[in-house]
């Protein structure tokens, strides 16, 4: 998806439903920036609840925070091309995460315990294995890796998309266990 159809997308969210949100990665090319960064530092996870989606809002700000954590709260507006910014980080992909395949099946999901202390999840055609932790009460998951089916053949999944299958986990999680 364009930053573009995302933008669009989260306004047209704004507009009609203002209590819901919803979540999407944005992946920022490597020549964006001046060194080479991993792929979980150039993904940012915004929400479209930033005020840039709201409608009648002065402010257009949009803050995010990097997968890889090293980078929070960042004013992404300030530093993006599709927002104006001349030689600004410019998106090379976006998705929304409730829009990923399988997220839907989330609530049908089987947790299996592994050996290695891990647990892995699956549900519908994609299976998720994660190290659990608590923090501040909720459940939190550390991504490890991720399979989905795809042209009927297992394939593995890419970081940034194991991180957001992660992030609808703990969601998921944490709402129906109370965590």
Aim: aromatic share 10%; hydrophobic share 30%.
């Amino acid at each position: 998806m364009t930053y573009h159809e995302l933008k669009e997308t989260f306004c047209d969210l704004k507009q009609r439903s203002p209590k819901d949100n919803l979540t999407a990665h944005i992946i920022f090319t490597e020549d964006s920036f001046d060194k080479k960064y991993p792929l979980l530092s150039r993904t940012y996870r915004v929400s479209s609840d930033n005020k840039r989606f709201w409608p009648n809002k002065f402010s257009r700000s949009i803050f995010a925070c990097c997968l890889d954590e090293t980078d929070q709260g960042v004013r992404l507006d300030w530093y993006m091309a599709e927002e104006g910014n001349k030689d600004g980080w410019k998106v090379e992909n976006c998705y929304i995460l409730e829009q990923m395949q399988d997220a839907a099946a989330i609530s049908d999901l089987t947790r299996t315990e592994q050996d290695d202390g891990t647990v892995s999840y699956s549900f519908g055609s994609t299976r998720i294995q994660a190290r659990e932790s608590k923090e501040n009460g909720k459940l939190r998951l550390k991504p490890l890796t991720g399979e989905q089916v795809s042209d009927g053949e297992w394939a593995e999944l890419a970081i940034d998309r194991i991180y957001g299958y992660c992030t609808l986990l703990e969601r998921h999680l944490n709402r129906t266990v109370g965590a």
